[in-house]
């Protein structure tokens, strides 16, 4: 962590699939882990995730590093550091953790808002859902294809998240049906509480990815990240994977910690 960092680390042991908040458990458990990392404010939230996806990308050993994208807010802002990162961005394929079913460069778009924030102003190649207005669930299956085809043989590498006040993270929405999709990487879900449908990443995706980062800020997430770590919530469920996950939180955010 960068040395300007106001924050501590607590190790999360995941049983099966149920796990709950433990800050005294030491830092060097390695297997079904999770890292809570609490920092003085959103800015140095914003800041510490940059330079950790830059190193991510810098001590890769292979010729292609795959980086899932969520837009957002705090990504954005992330977004915006990182680019300013000394980062060889031609050998990194970007791509969405979940769009919203809308125009490219629609203003609700995150893959208008990861373009905007970074994409446009480095050489990573970029994959986008095809969108033609009229079949979100053909566009997830294409776009399922494309997902598995720059992972042939691999797994990706990193995958940045959010985290709704309701616990929802990528388009996994409480009560919605991708939380039960055990085999597919990409479906189009229906998400009844914004009356849309989102393209988004499921668990099988995400608990096939060497490593995930949560980014979190604001009290109003306070509740559901305390319930996240008590396993109730769709972002909680990422911990259950084989991959390592780690959660960068602001104080606020962190408030009904115990």
């Known amino acids: 962590m960068s040395a300007d960092t106001s924050c501590y680390l607590a190790a999360i042991p995941i049983d099966g699939h149920s796990f709950g ?7 060097g458990v390695t297997v079904r882990v999770m890292e809570l990392v609490i920092h003085e404010n959103a800015s140095v939230v914003a800041a510490v995730a940059a330079e950790r996806i830059a190193n991510f990308v810098k001590a890769t050993q292979l010729d292609r590093f795959s980086l899932g994208l969520a837009g957002g807010s705090t990504p954005v802002a992330t977004f915006r550091t990182l680019r300013q990162q000394p980062v060889d961005w031609s050998k990194v394929d970007a791509w969405l953790s979940d769009e919203r079913w ?7 778009s995150n893959g208008h808002q990861v373009a905007e924030a970074l994409l446009d102003h480095v050489s990573a190649t970029f994959h986008r859902p095809i969108w033609n207005q009229h079949d979100p669930r053909g ?3 294409s776009y399922e294809a494309k997902i598995r085809s720059i992972h042939a043989g691999r797994q990706p590498d990193l995958i940045l998240l959010g985290m709704g006040p309701d616990g929802h993270t990528a388009s996994l929405f409480p009560g919605t049906a991708a939380l039960g999709e055990s085999d597919r990487w990409i479906v189009a879900n229906e998400v009844p509480q914004h009356d849309e449908t989102r393209i ?5 995706l995400l608990w096939a990815t060497n490593h995930i980062m949560f980014l979190v800020v604001g009290s109003d997430k306070a509740e559901a990240l305390r319930d996240s770590f008590a396993g109730n919530t769709p972002a909680g469920r990422v911990g259950e994977g084989d991959g390592e996950v780690e959660w960068h939180v602001d104080a606020t955010a962190a408030s009904l910690l115990s």
């Not at 908040?21 to 830092?27: D, E, R």
């Not at 809308?102 to 609700?108: E, I, K, L, N």
Request: no cysteine; net charge negative; aromatic share 4%.
């Open 21 to 27: 908040h433990a800050s005294n458990v030491g830092v």
């Open 102 to 108: 809308v125009a490219h460069d629609d203003d609700r």
């Open 139 to 141: 566009s997830a299956l």
């Open 200 to 204: 988004t990443a499921t668990y099988p």
